[in-house]
């Protein structure tokens, strides 16, 4: 947790050294991001440049999407959408440079003091590589059945990112997740039928700064309201330290 913790605190002292902040990938976490760097400092220069037209995830409804858009550019948000950056490689990533030149493959140069990196994660197989490599799919997530069982393995259960699904990759998913296998390895230990996953319709929450945000639920679009109440104000940090039972640091 310290390292956590000091990581956080350094990558603060690099955003109020920069004045100009490039925000590169335009899935979730970095509209979060762009948002939330422009809510807390209104004067910065935020652009959030993402290589596809829509915004946070493809599989929420248009008129989500298009909340995602209005919100960021009425916070000054300024977005370039459909471009990728073509030379990523070249810059410094979360550490403030002054002067950087941010390139797109549509031939856009933006000029930025501090580059941040949101392109999404891969799925790291470092720990079963070796012994399940012949149930992996190509992104390096295991293959599993309807119980979440890896396929061709009765004992052996993958969850959360890790688990070969068609959803999004998220923290409330893999709860779910956990729930299901949880059950399952009682039933198998109690010789009861398994119980099966099926994603349901999608339920995201996107915060846009700690004052407004927008979302749906399974399937169905919530406003600013919902998402204020129920993630801006503390990202659901207070709702994981009560499922570990711990209390909030103050």
């Known amino acids: 947790m310290e390292t956590a913790i000091q ?8 955003v109020q050294a920069a004045e100009r902040i490039v925000v590169v990938g335009g899935g979730s976490a970095g509209v979060e991001m762009a948002a939330e760097l422009k809510t807390d400092h209104p004067s910065k220069e935020v652009t959030l440049i993402h290589s596809r037209v829509a915004l946070a995830d493809v599989e929420l ?6 909340g995602v858009k ?4 009425q916070k000054g948000v300024q977005l ?4 990728k950056v073509s030379n990523l490689a070249e810059l410094s990533i979360n550490v403030t440079q ?6 797109t493959d549509k031939g856009s140069e933006v000029t930025a003091d501090l580059v941040i990196r949101c392109t999404g994660i891969r799925v790291n197989s470092a720990a079963y590589s070796s012994v399940l490599g012949d149930r992996l799919a190509e992104n390096g997530a295991l293959r599993v059945n309807a119980h979440l069982q890896v396929e061709g393995l009765q004992n052996v259960y993958a969850i959360g990112d890790c688990a070969h699904l068609q959803e ?18 009682i039933n198998t230990l109690r010789n009861k039928p398994l119980r099966s ?15 407004s945000g927008i979302g749906q639920i399974n399937g169905y679009k919530v406003g600013s309201l919902v998402v204020r109440m129920a993630k801006s104000k503390d990202l659901f940090a207070g709702k994981s330290w009560k499922e570990m039972g711990q209390p909030i640091p103050q």
Not at 7 to 14: C, G, I, R
Not at 201 to 210: A, H, P
């Open 7 to 14: 990581q956080y605190e350094d990558m603060v002292k690099e």
């Open 61 to 66: 409804l248009p008129s989500v999407r298009q």
């Open 70 to 73: 209005e919100g960021l550019l």
């Open 80 to 83: 370039l959408l459909s471009e």
């Open 98 to 103: 002054k002067g950087m030149k941010v390139l």
């Open 168 to 185: 999004p990759k998220m923290a409330y998913h893999a709860g779910l997740h956990g729930a299901v296998a949880a059950e399952n390895i």
């Open 197 to 211: 996953y099926t994603p349901g319709g999608l339920t995201m929450l996107v915060t846009l700064g700690r004052d």
